[in-house]
Structure formats: structure tokens, C-alpha cells
């Protein structure tokens, strides 16, 4: 199993990244995909996550109205669309993959990790 996450950069406090995380795994559909974020010093937080289907969509409270989450089953890819962004959404962005979750907001639930790529928010 393999989540190669992309997309990361450095972007001016207001702009826009689209993230994408591509799974190499067998019935992808199967797993609930999540983003979460990690800043220097600080632990993994959510970001946000889709359910296995694409239909339920679940948001930290620091992400809503600002970021989406997508999923493409077919083409076994989630995307992150971040926009308003800000200097404190800085941090590495790892995408996660869940056999089993229930709202998918803890990093205990997941299986699988991508290896993170950098979002860089300037002033």
C-alpha cells in the first residue's frame, strides 16, 4: 500500500493549493481518506476527511468554509482543496487511509500514511 501525497508549496496568506493524495490499494472505495497536518513542535491534528463512498465530508473547525475534500474512486485519489489560506495552516500535510472509522477525526483509525508534503503559508 502506498499514498504518495502532492500539491504543497508556498503560497501568500490568502491564496489558494490543491492537495492530492493517490493510493496504490486494492478497493480503495473500502477506506474512509483523511488529511491531517502537522507543524513543527505540535502533534498531527484532523484536517479534514471523506467517507468511503465521497457522500459524508468531515471538517475540523479550523477548515470549514475554507477547505474541501474530494474523493475520486475510480481513480483512487482525495483531494484537499485549501483556499483562504492562512500563516497558521503552515505545517506538513499527510494524507491517511481508514479500513474501519467511525468519523475518522483520530490518527488511531487509520492504517496507512502517506509521506506528507509542505504547505507554506507567508505573510
Known amino acids: 500500500v502506498q499514498l504518495q501525497a502532492s500539491g504543497g508549496g508556498l503560497v501568500q496568506a490568502g491564496g489558494s493549493l490543491r492537495l492530492s493524495c493517490a493510493a496504490s490499494?486494492?478497493?480503495?472505495?473500502?477506506?474512509?481518506m483523511g488529511w491531517f497536518r502537522q507543524a513543527p513542535g505540535k502533534e498531527r491534528d484532523f484536517v479534514a476527511a471523506v467517507s468511503r463512498s465521497g457522500s459524508i465530508t468531515y471538517y475540523a473547525d479550523s477548515a470549514k468554509g475554507r477547505f474541501t475534500i474530494s474523493r475520486d474512486n475510480a481513480k483512487n485519489t482525495v483531494i484537499l482543496q485549501m483556499s483562504s489560506l492562512k500563516t497558521e495552516d503552515t505545517a506538513v500535510y499527510y494524507c491517511?487511509?481508514?479500513?474501519?472509522?467511525?468519523?475518522?477525526?483520530?490518527?488511531?483509525?487509520?492504517?496507512?500514511w502517506g509521506q506528507g508534503t509542505q504547505v507554506t503559508v507567508s505573510s
Open positions: 490499494i486494492r478497493a480503495f472505495s473500502d477506506y474512509g
Open positions: 491517511g487511509a481508514a479500513r474501519v472509522g467511525s468519523n475518522y477525526r483520530q490518527s488511531n483509525e487509520y492504517d496507512y
